[in-house]
Structures are given as structure tokens and as C-alpha cells.
């Protein structure tokens, strides 16, 4: 078996494991799939920040809509009607749901810059320590020179 055969077979062999280990998301796949982005995914903390801004806005839109749905409510109490009855049982129901979601969506504010924080920091960490072990451990020369 000849360098040269052996050489083209183990750069073939890296190429194929280096292909196998990129970590794709089936959504941001270039190729149709869903997504857009490029190969790489990467951690990107005024992206977080944005969303959690973003669920901040919308618990000013849901109280917003809850001021408007109370001043509404009002003119409907008329005791004695059935469907007013109705009416105001709906409008708890819908009250209870509003409230729980501006609750919730306050509540994601803060894990959500502290998710974009970790990430980011994880991301930043292992690229720390594939450096330093690329530093540590390189690569011998090919057989042959280049």
C-alpha cells in the first residue's frame, strides 16, 4: 500500500467524521428545510435580550387590553337577565386567563437574559477549551510534507 493511497484514505476518513459531528438544527438548515441561518449555530445574547423585551412588551398590550375590557364590562351588569349572567361569568374566565398570562409572561423575562447568558458563556467556555487542548495536542504532520 502506497503513501499516497493511504494519505487520500485517512484525509477522506477526517473529512467524513468532521462532517458527522456538526451539530445542525433541522429548522435552520440551509438547504429548504425550514430556517435560514448558515452551518453554524451560535449563542447571541442581544437576541435573548430582544425576546425578553419583546414578552415584556406584550404584558404592557394584555393590560392595555384588560383596561378596555373592564370599561366594556361595565355597562353590561344588568342583574336579573340570564345572558348577562353568562356574560359576566365569560368576562372572569377571560380576566383569570389575562391575568395569568401577563403573569407568565413577566415571569419568562428574567430566565430568558439569563438563558441567553448561559448560553452565551457556555459557548464561549468550550471554545476556551477546544483551544486549549487544539494548543496542547496538534495535529502531526502529513506523511509526505504537504
Same mark, same amino acid.
Given at each position: 500500500?502506497?503513501?499516497?493511497? /493511504? #494519505? +487520500?484514505? $485517512?484525509?477522506?476518513?477526517?473529512?467524513?467524521?468532521?462532517?458527522?459531528? %456538526?451539530?445542525?438544527?433541522?429548522?435552520?438548515?440551509?438547504?429548504?428545510?425550514?430556517?435560514?441561518?448558515?452551518?453554524?449555530?451560535?449563542? #447571541?445574547?442581544?437576541? $435573548?435580550?430582544?425576546?425578553?423585551?419583546?414578552?415584556?412588551?406584550?404584558?404592557?398590550?394584555?393590560?392595555?387590553?384588560?383596561?378596555? /375590557?373592564? +370599561?366594556?364590562?361595565?355597562? +353590561?351588569?344588568?342583574?336579573?337577565?340570564?345572558?348577562?349572567?353568562?356574560?359576566?361569568?365569560?368576562?372572569?374566565? $377571560?380576566? =383569570?386567563?389575562?391575568?395569568?398570562?401577563?403573569?407568565?409572561?413577566?415571569?419568562? %423575562?428574567?430566565?430568558?437574559?439569563?438563558?441567553?447568558?448561559?448560553?452565551?458563556?457556555?459557548?464561549? +467556555?468550550?471554545?476556551?477549551? /477546544?483551544?486549549?487542548?487544539? #494548543?496542547?495536542?496538534?495535529?502531526?504532520?502529513? =506523511?509526505?510534507?504537504?
Amino acid at each position: 500500500m502506497s503513501s499516497t493511497s /493511504f #494519505d +487520500a484514505e $485517512w484525509a477522506g476518513l477526517k473529512e467524513g467524521t468532521a462532517a458527522a459531528t %456538526q451539530m445542525r438544527l433541522a429548522s435552520a438548515a440551509p438547504d429548504g428545510g425550514g430556517g435560514g441561518g448558515g452551518e453554524d449555530l451560535k449563542s #447571541d445574547q442581544a437576541v $435573548w435580550n430582544k425576546a425578553s423585551n419583546d414578552v415584556g412588551q406584550l404584558v404592557s398590550g394584555i393590560k392595555k387590553a384588560q383596561t378596555a /375590557f373592564e +370599561a366594556g364590562q361595565k355597562g +353590561a351588569a344588568v342583574s336579573g337577565v340570564d345572558s348577562a349572567a353568562a356574560q359576566s361569568e365569560l368576562y372572569q374566565s $377571560w380576566k =383569570t386567563y389575562l391575568d395569568g398570562l401577563a403573569g407568565k409572561c413577566s415571569a419568562l %423575562q428574567g430566565p430568558m437574559v439569563q438563558a441567553g447568558k448561559g448560553q452565551v458563556a457556555n459557548d464561549e +467556555a468550550l471554545r476556551a477549551d /477546544f483551544t486549549r487542548m487544539n #494548543d496542547q495536542y496538534k495535529d502531526t504532520p502529513a =506523511t509526505g510534507g504537504r
